[in-house]
């Protein structure tokens, strides 16, 4: 191969200046250190303005036009690869051996991003089934495909995002698109990009690097993997309606142009600082959730006075790390203090002329802190009050424009006129707010839109508070498209999460799928309640339930899917294997998916051993890796840890659904540590002729119920109190509280039950489709199989068991990893028959 058709041995980084930050001035150091002949270039913004204008002029007016940086620093790398060759890598790129035998022979290297990432909401949206990574990418000079990229470039330029104006989304359309006689190697994600963005792993969990086997690893420092495209541009023209009052007497109303006053502060107005006061007590999320929208402000002549009086030190390593003087933290020992003390604190740490409440659970707009203070300055006020504030209930998927009132939180009020805060635990902002509109002008502005209020289940005021707020509303969008579209234009502008947004995307997608006239179950997505299984009222029958006879018989052998989650299970899988292979079920009809994650003892390596038989037996295979991070503490059936220990089975459940079925008609939950069953299985729980059927679950042939999650109520049962084993906000009575398990209901071939265990459970595979999961969170005080029971029933969908038909689940002694899976302590009911 001539020269020139070889990969140089030249790397190319770029970075604003030659002043590179320490940590990435360490994995870019990796680079030189495993290619000690290779040329080294680091190419400042200077730079790179200087090449182009040598030797690619003619896209100077789009490079210098881009509004934001990272265009350029993307568009950049296109041109050096094509001048110079070489490979460029980002400054967050580490690098774990040489490159000079994965590039050899090769013209144009390219790597896949992880499968995730294509998963994320922004990602779904640009409709592309993979990303191709712009950060590691390497090239002979003169490569034909550069030619296209520019074109693409000249094409997308106007493109309102980085992703699409210049970043992976339009060089995986670059690729797609790319010249026939365009030579191009695209790596899989575990060379080059084997780890998830922090945005990935909080929708799809951690994911361990295999640093074994990548030759480099992408640390994902960039901040366009949240979607954004930097911080949102302040507004030109902006006019916000308002009206004042002096000592209650209305005084005059109009608008206020923000730009006016933009202009005096550019002519020399004065600018006085603003304190935001924010008071929290151990939930750092929300804290830095509130921290980010007050470094998005416009307004930059403000501090952020921070109160903590937790015992979670985590917020204040959080701070220290922002390294951002304008963000002060107080700490308080936790000694029960009230919130109007903490508020009093806050003040009297407050340096500004104007104090503003910021509480820590709520999202504030850009602008907030720019447009009221405008509004005080502009209409010679001492306070400003928001007339409306946007009402967001996450769970219930629900948004609203509040009614007009005088909106305590959003107060931003001259110091010296602000009057001490009663020490009350709630309520103490509305007397303060109160003494301020009664003795002073004051403004109020109509732009909901800069407050929201979230309701997230742990408010001050409780969700009858919240739900009146609802009732008082002047605009409302509840589960529909024009939900998710308000929650995409918050997400322009607030620090929403990819799970807020992928949330709205999905209940759009299953009212879509619901067809008109009806709407997923909002009420269902509240947290438990107080009530026990008697609350459970069923509601309307569906429309259209399965015919399971005819699609049982349709062809006698319906294509079934076997799911199986796993956790440190290499004692259990040659047994659980045998049994898979022992089924009379037509090979043809059988799908097989496991989901292995946080195990310690080689679990995976013996699925990915396992995985070549397993293929060629069955109709299609599924192995899936998510790790949830779950540690416990003391014996895993211990009360205290079951919400979270079944939390995380029921997302591991609900993930490897989601990863796993296709076409299939039936789905059968199998754990692996489930010992013995008939080889016709199958053919006895399809014969049952019902939607959701059950085995019964034993510790020996003919012995005691094993899965205790399996159960009928007993006649009386909506007479007792179940609230006295409300925990956590599941239910966890002792054994046989009010409920009967299938060893005493043996005389029965079929009987209805209230709830199902998972060691073995037949589900329709269109319940599932039509949006029956696994909860992860409490609903109507169950959760997981015994939820997702509860939650059939609200669809209209009865849960049904055979005690004549038998597994077996020996039960283990002891908390080793053999004793894992669905062990239970005498008197508990808080056993799960898995190995997760």
Known sequence: MLRKHRIPPLIHQTWKNADVPPDWRTWSETWRRHHPDWEYRLWTDADNRAFLEQHYAWFLPIYDGYPEPIKRADAIRYFLLDHFGGLYVD?????????????GGKELVLGLEPEEHAALPWSRRSGLPRLVGNAFMASRPGHPFWRHVHQQLVGAHTMPGPL???????LTRAVDSAPQDCSITILGAETVY???????????????????????????SSSWMRGDSGPPAASTGRQVRFWTSQDLHPCAHGVVDLDAQRR?????????????LMVTKDRPPLAERAIRCFLAQTYTRAELVVVDDGADDSLEEHIRTLADPRIRLHRLPPEGRTLGELRNIAVDLATGEYVCQWDDDDLYDPERLEIQLAAVLGLDATACFLARERLWWPARRKLAFSGVRVWEGSMLCAKDALPRYPERRSGEDSPVAEAVVRGGRTVSLDAPELYTYVFHGANTFDEPHFTSLFDAATEVWPTDGSYTDHVHAM????????????????????????GPGTAPNAAGDAAGGSGGPSARVPHTRRAAPVDVRADADADGHPPLLVLTPVKDATAFLPRYLDNLHALDYPRDAVSVGLLEGDSRDGT?????????????????????????????????WAPAVQRQRRSVLARARNHLLSRALADERWVLWLDVDVTDYPTDLVQRLLGAHREIVVPHCVTEPAGPSFDLNTFALRPDAHTLNWDQWLRDGILQPPKGFGRIYLDELRAHETVRVDAVGGTALLVHADLHRDGLVFPAVPHHGLIETEGLAALAQDMGVGCWALPAVEVVHPRYVGDSPTSRPGEGAAGSEARVGSAR
Do not use: I
């Open 91 to 103: 400054m967050d790129f580490e690098c774990l051996r040489p490159m000079t035998g994965l590039l």
């Open 164 to 170: 699409d104006a210049t970043g992976p989304f339009l």
């Open 194 to 220: 084997p780890a998830l963005s922090a945005v990935a792993e909080e929708l799809f969990g951690r994911r361990e690097v295999d640093r074994e086997r990548a030759h480099a690893v992408h640390h994902w």
């Open 264 to 276: 005096r502060w550019a002519s020399g107005a004065a600018a006085p600082v603003v304190s935001c």
């Open 491 to 514: 997400a322009a502008r607030l620090p929403l999460t990819p799970a807020d947004v992928l949330d709205a995307e999905n209940s759009a997608a299953a009212a879509r799928d619901a």
């Open 604 to 636: 995976w390596e013996a699925l990915q051993d396992a995985l070549p038989a397993l293929e060629a037996e069955f109709r299609r295979v599924t192995l899936v890796r998510r790790h949830f991070g779950l540690k416990t503490t003391g014996p895993r």
